[in-house]
């Protein structure tokens, strides 16, 4: 294993590409060298705060440069493909803005090509890597919150309106991603529906259910047409349930002992054989850290070793057959649509 900085080329300087620039600038493990956006204005902003990096109209010299190891690419969705075959023919290593690819069959695609190439393929599905996930991924892990029975999440805001992709692709990729990684457990069938308020833009508004063979049920519900900003995700487990609020500055998770216990027991309530379960809550201390900065870690480790990323093509490609299969069901205003039509397999 090398001591020396990964080098690194970023393909887009817009809305998420500055945050990429600056994590790789400031860790050690890399160099950035190379930024290339189509506009004269993103150019030279990128130059402004970055006056040692080449920044160009195009990604040709960051493609050729052998001190670029890896590329990362923040684009819109629909180009992320293109870019991303480039880089692996010129042997580069890649980390993509989510989602991996704008459909299903581009995503198995560039799993493929880079499991050919033996190269890293990874996607910054960041949420994954803040702490209040991997908490909750370890309290998962450990039992203490007992079978999951659901999840339910909130990811609502003003705008921002995209013109790539609708507000299913923009926000609930978010907690499809969080789902993959929390449970190990692929869907069985999505339904979705949305309406879009815009005349010629897409869904800016969406109801999304996933269901599960385990009998989980998850719910999301995203909108950019909403008057307040909400990230909150209940789950519910047989023991105990978790609050999750991303918006939360102290104590984004609590964790309550609360839930039912069935009984034999005639009087019960209702003589339902439902009693309550009504105990304490904590809210554990969680260490301060920027999840980006998290992830370009993790990548420059994969790159390095050839371990498995937490947000590896296999799983990113997941998500994005989950996302395919809910735009289908939402175009047939919610009709369950089964996963197995999306079992594509890795070669």
């Keep these: 294993m090398t001591n020396k900085p990964l080098g690194v080329g970023l393909i887009g300087y ?10 790789f600038a400031e860790c050690a493990a890399t160099e950035l060298l190379h930024i290339a956006d189509k506009r004269p204005e993103q150019r030279e902003a990128a130059q402004r705060r970055y006056s040692s990096v080449i920044a160009s109209a195009d990604d040709e010299a960051m493609l050729r440069d ?14 992320h493909f293109d870019f991303a075959m480039r ?19 581009e995503a198995l695609a560039l799993v493929n090509e880079a499991k050919r190439r033996g190269l890293t393929l990874m996607v910054d599905h960041t949420f994954i890597y803040t702490p209040a996930v991997r908490y909750i991924r370890a309290l998962i892990d450990d039992g203490e919150i007992g079978d999951v029975l659901y999840y339910d999440a909130t990811r609502i805001n003003l705008g921002l309106f995209q013109s790539d992709v609708d507000v299913i692709w923009d926000l609930a990729v978010h907690d499809v991603a969080i789902l993959v990684y929390l449970l190990g457990e692929r869907p069985s069938a999505v339904s979705a529906a949305g309406q879009a308020h815009v005349p010629g833009a897409p869904h800016n ?3 999304m259910t996933l269901f599960f063979p385990s009998g989980l049920i998850a719910h999301v519900n995203v909108n950019w047409l909403a008057p307040v900003k909400i990230r909150r995700t209940i789950i519910g487990g047989s023991r105990k349930m978790v609050v999750y609020d991303d918006l939360e500055p102290s104590e984004k998770i609590k964790i309550y002992d609360k839930g039912i216990e069935l009984t034999d027991d005639p009087d019960t309530v209702q003589k339902m054989r439902v009693g309550y379960r009504l105990g304490d809550m904590r809210a554990p201390n969680l260490e301060p850290g920027e999840a980006l900065s998290a992830v370009v870690k993790a990548f420059v480790d994969a790159v390095r070793t050839g371990r498995r990323p937490d947000t590896d093509g296999e799983r990113a490609s997941l998500v994005v057959r989950i996302l395919e299969a809910a735009s289908r069901s939402a175009a047939m205003s919610g009709k369950p649509v089964a996963m197995a039509e999306y079992a594509l397999e890795v070669a």
Excluded: M, S
């Design 14 to 23: 817009g809305y998420w590409g500055p945050n990429l620039a600056r994590n």
């Design 66 to 79: 052998t001190r670029v190891g890896a590329i990362a690419i923040a684009t819109p969705t629909q180009y």
């Design 87 to 105: 880089a692996f023919a010129a042997g580069k290593h890649v980390l993509v803005e989510k989602p991996l690819a704008a459909n299903a069959r």
């Design 205 to 207: 508004i969406a109801f």
